[in-house]
């Protein structure tokens, strides 16, 4: 079992996560048993068999759209976001999507490229949950959940800008 | 100016703290240069061809007496004493060591500046009218709205990792001197029937492999909307920009391949669930903002000062500076003044530490303690009265800064190129140096009148020179360098790009090539016509005839060799 972030502390996890291999189909992939995350397509092309399923999430690439999970969000334990490269951004929008058009409230996981360096922003746009890259000190990483105190703007998080939320001066004088 | 609150400072202490701790982890080596690369970059830390790069943002262009003693002190302490201000409003240096850099964000902290998304593929720094709030063509002062959007943006979670770069600028006057059209979003100021504020919206410009003026996608955006509708252009690009190509990842291909109207559409779709939001801004926000851009304790005085028109009525030199160099001012009796950082000989942009150190002290004394940057790569003291101009031209001339070129042929845009830039296919340096010394003869510069030259060592198009008039860029053939021209681009309400006139010169045939351009102009025109309305009557053709018609020998002073 290896560990994650979830909601600030290190925890074991026991989710596998698959990924199709060269030459397996959404289709015909074998859906293993246990606690399993299933690439979008994969959910989509078995949806009968596995949204009968309590221990399958859905993991979602950062060229997919949120809006795939309109009707199932709800009833998922689980929905993870790929970051196939840290530097592809296209996961933070989809999360503020699961966040605020879904309205999905269970656990928010970020796989694949996950460093600490991005973990501030993560967290901000909707994550509560981070599958470190294992070759990095997951301890160190957690440090870089509190980079910041007090954003300026709105985001999954926190949804009134520092304007509504504090008083400001600064035009005094 | 605004004045930063503890939230401001917080926030950028802990950037340093940050950036320090990302730094010693490169060191030892817990990061690797991919993984750091990005994380710099939004420091402004570039790896150039012998050193560091280091750009420090300067928000919308607004600057202090002390921060501008600071960017001194910087220059001198981990710099070869010297600065140089660029296209977008900011300061880089050039000989930076990644050990100190965390220092220099740390002095910076201490008069409420840093290197935020001076780089990366994030929101850029803000930029704007240089002479905002005192334009005399001024509808609205943007910089409330500008400083709104730079605390929007910065470390904005969803938004630090785009497809590319983002720039936004905006304009709150008549006329654009933002250059919003070449912004990946411009904004302008403007007021509606019912004497509303609002802005009208563009996106899409920006120059580098593929020059595109910004198309517009909504003609009045009711400022209390302003961040929400931005949020939305964003989300859009930043889910359906492309990352495949890195040439193609700009806002301004998505645009262009979904077409601005359906671009528009599902950006209003987007807003739908954002309108109204608690990001709407509010009355009391934008007061408390806008109460930090108030004008300065301005003396009541007449419309022109006695003394300084006696003085420009009787001397010569005096009088040019006046006419290039001071501008309107919408308060009686004073006048924005353009420090000018274009002499002959210094690279365009380029500022030593004792002549920032002097221009702190002029603005301390005439001009409310304030500064500006431009994209032209020119300072500003923006409120000076007209009285003190005589006394002001006297010192900052002592001092190197009242060549009278401001909008001449030798105020040119140049990028660093190939004497500092990695990516530089050309030097561009020594290619405004040797320009400007073949025509520096003030009576022949005023001569031929507002004139833009800009100048890029690459197709990047730092040195805007799609947008200049003549327009030269850097090309590589077989190795050597190698310079394009073209001709009719534009800055301003009518931006436009420029046209190149045909095969490409060397370094040393390029005064010959700008002298030939400008004698067409000058045997071609009609009365008061400037250059660009002249190329636009006339198109590029008799200019590329002539410049090409007999071969031009290489002045081996000014060849590549001589700056080998
Ligand atoms: C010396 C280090 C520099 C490097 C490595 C650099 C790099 C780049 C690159 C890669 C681009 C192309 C971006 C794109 O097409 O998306 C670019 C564009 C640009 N850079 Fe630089 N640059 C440097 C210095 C400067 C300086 C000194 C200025 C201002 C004088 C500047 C202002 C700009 C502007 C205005 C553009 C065009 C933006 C547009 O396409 O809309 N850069 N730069
Ligand atoms: S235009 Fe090219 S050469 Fe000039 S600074 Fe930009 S990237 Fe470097």
């Known amino acids: ?173 | 100016m605004y004045r930063y609150d503890q939230y401001d400072h917080q926030i950028i202490q802990e950037r340093v703290a940050q950036f320090r701790d990302q730094v010693r982890r490169r060191i030892s080596d817990e990061l690797t240069e991919d993984e750091f690369r990005i994380l710099r970059l939004q420091n402004g830390l570039y790896m150039q061809r012998h050193a560091y790069m280091h750009r420090i943002a300067v928000p919308y262009g607004m600057l202090s007496s002390k921060q501008m003693h600071m960017l001194a002190h910087i220059a001198r302490k981990y710099d070869r004493g010297y600065g140089h201000f660029t296209t977008r409003q900011n300061i880089q240096y050039n000989w930076i060591k990644l050990e100190e850099a965390p220092a220099i964000l740390a002095d910076l902290a201490t008069v409420e500046m840093h290197a935020i998304q001076t780089s990366g593929n994030c929101v850029r720094n803000i930029s704007s009218d240089q002479f905002a709030g005192v334009a005399a063509d001024e509808i609205i002062d943007p910089r409330p709205y500008c400083e709104i959007l730079r605390q929007w943006s910065t470390f904005h979670p969803e938004f630090a990792y785009l497809p590319r770069k983002f720039k936004i600028a905006i304009n709150g006057a008549v006329e654009d001197r933002a250059a919003i059209g070449m912004h990946d979003i411009g904004l302008t100021v403007v007021k509606n029937d019912q004497g509303e504020i609002g802005f009208r919206v563009m996106v899409g410009g920006g120059l580098g492999r593929t020059p595109l003026i910004g198309a517009t996608i909504r003609e009045f955006l009711p400022w209390q909307h302003a961040l929400t509708y931005i949020e939305a252009i964003l989300r859009v690009y930043n889910q359906h920009g492309r990352r495949d190509n890195i040439y193609k990842a700009r806002i301004k291909i998505l645009l262009k391949a979904l077409g601005a109207e359906e671009f528009a559409r599902q950006v209003e779709a987007e807003w739908v669930d954002l309108k109204d939001s608690e990001a709407t801004l509010t009355v009391e926000e934008l007061q408390r903002v806008a109460a930090c851009f108030t004008a300065p304790a301005y003396l009541t005085l007449p419309a022109s000062d006695a003394a300084y028109e006696q003085e420009k009525a009787t001397n010569k030199a005096f009088a040019n500076w006046v006419m290039r160099n001071v501008k309107a001012h919408k308060v009686p009796g004073y006048a924005a003044v353009v420090l000018s950082l274009k002499k002959t000989g210094v690279p365009p942009g380029d500022i030593t530490a004792d002549q920032m150190d002097f221009v702190a002290d002029l603005a301390d004394r005439y001009s409310f303690g304030e500064l500006r940057s431009a994209h032209e790569q020119n300072l500003i003291l923006a409120d000076v009265r007209q009285a003190d101009l005589v006394s002001l031209w006297k010192e900052a001339k002592a001092h190197g800064l009242a060549t009278p070129n401001i909008g001449l042929l030798t105020d040119m845009i140049c990028c660093p190129g190939g004497d500092f830039c990695s990516l530089a296919n050309a030097k561009s340096i020594p290619i405004a140096g040797a320009i400007a010394e073949r025509f520096d003869n003030l009576d022949f510069l005023h001569d031929i009148g507002e004139i833009e030259l800009n100048i890029s060592g690459c197709i990047n198009a730092c040195g805007h020179h799609h947008i200049g008039n003549i327009g030269i860029l850097g090309v590589d053939k077989d190795g050597s360098e190698w310079y394009q021209v073209s001709l009719g681009g534009a800055q301003g309400n009518d931006i436009a790009v420029g046209k190149i006139i045909g095969p490409s010169f060397s370094a040393g045939q390029m005064p010959e090539v700008i002298d030939r351009i400008l004698q067409v102009y000058v045997r071609e025109r009609t009365e008061d016509e400037k250059f660009i309305d002249t190329v636009r009557r006339l198109g590029i053709a008799p200019f590329k005839e002539y410049v090409y018609a007999t071969p031009i020998k290489t002045e081996l002073q000014h060849g590549e060799d001589a700056y080998a």
Do not use: C
Not at chain 1, 85 to 94: H, L, M, P
Not at chain 1, 113 to 139: H, S, T, W
């Open chain 1, 1 to 173: 079992m290896r560990n994650i972030i979830k909601d600030h502390q290190i925890v074991a996890d026991d989710w596998n996560v698959l990924r199709l291999e060269e030459g397996q189909t959404p289709e015909s992939v074998a859906v293993p048993a246990g606690k399993v995350l299933v690439p979008l397509k994969v959910w989509q092309a078995q949806h009968a068999a596995l949204v009968l399923r309590a221990d399958v999430g859905v993991w979602i690439d950062s060229d997919e759209g949120a809006e795939a999970l309109k009707e199932d969000a709800a009833k998922l334990p689980l929905i993870a976001v790929n970051f196939p490269k840290f530097a592809d951004g296209r996961g933070y929008s989809i999360a503020y999507n699961v966040r605020s058009r879904l309205k999905y409230a269970g656990e928010l996981r970020a796989i694949g490229d996950v460093l600490r360096d991005q973990l501030f922003y993560m967290q901000r746009a909707g994550f509560n949950a981070f599958a470190v890259r294992e070759d990095k000190d997951i301890n160190d990483a957690l440090k870089g959940l509190s980079d910041f105190s007090q954003p300026y703007q709105n985001s999954t998080d926190i949804k009134a800008p520092l304007f509504r939320r504090v008083h400001r001066d600064g035009a005094s004088a």
